[in-house]
């Protein structure tokens, strides 16, 4: 991995800080506002598995929308390049499809996920740790440490649309929905595919 320019430490510490305001790599999706952050009445889970699913998709697709702002202080590889674009970009328009339907619906609150508060500060300690790792500077392993956290960021986003089309009664939200699962499978697979390269050239 490239060095950075030669620029100020103040100027370096300015996009480190960019990035880590964005709060873009975690893998784990943490939550963000998701008040209320307690569990379903049992009566009610069933019918609420969708538009938590919906909540929880949401605010993953937020955090992977702005993955690309990583690459503003890391030099990567032209596949992984390509790779984390096409993350942000599908990221982005699954995003807005998903605003677009809670304007629609009211059943939809893309803010409420009701996970229960030891999930939600677990998630937090595991994302902070994972930013820390991935802005730790010229670090050698750099590109292997994020497709991990994307590897698992993206079967959780896949999981999640799937889940939420096979709730969805309107058939063309349900589509797209699968759509959406199949377009974040496809990024998962090629994160593991280059995964394997990676891991390959860390243990050499």
């Known amino acids: 991995m ?3 320019p030669n620029k100020s430490s103040r100027v370096f510490r300015q996009a480190l800080t960019i990035v880590a305001m964005a709060i873009l790599i975690s893998g784990c999706a943490t939550p963000k506002h998701s008040q209320p952050s307690g569990p379903f009445p049992a009566a009610n889970q069933a019918d609420q598995i969708r538009p938590n699913c919906y909540s929880l998709l949401h605010q993953l697709l937020e955090d992977e929308k702005n993955l ?6 890391k030099k990567e590889s032209r596949e992984l390049h390509k790779l984390v674009k096409a993350i942000a970009t599908t990221s982005a328009a699954g995003a807005k499809q998903l605003e677009s339907y809670a304007r629609s619906d009211r059943s939809i609150q893309l803010k409420a996920t009701h996970l229960p508060p030891g999930e939600v500060a677990t998630r937090d300690a595991i994302a902070k740790t994972k930013t820390k790792v991935l802005l730790t500077p010229f670090d ?7 497709l991990l956290t994307q590897s698992e960021a993206l079967s959780y986003a896949w999981h999640l649309a799937e889940v939420a089309a096979t709730g969805e009664p309107d058939p ?10 199949q377009s974040m499978k496809s990024l998962y ?11 390959i050239v860390a243990k050499s």
């Open 2 to 4: 490239r060095r950075l």
């Open 68 to 73: 690309d702002k990583l690459l503003i202080i």
């Open 140 to 146: 050698p392993n750099f590109e292997f440490y994020l």
């Open 172 to 181: 063309r939200r349900s589509s797209a929905l699968n759509t959406l699962s």
């Open 189 to 199: 697979d090629q994160t593991v595919a280059l995964l394997k390269t990676r891991a």
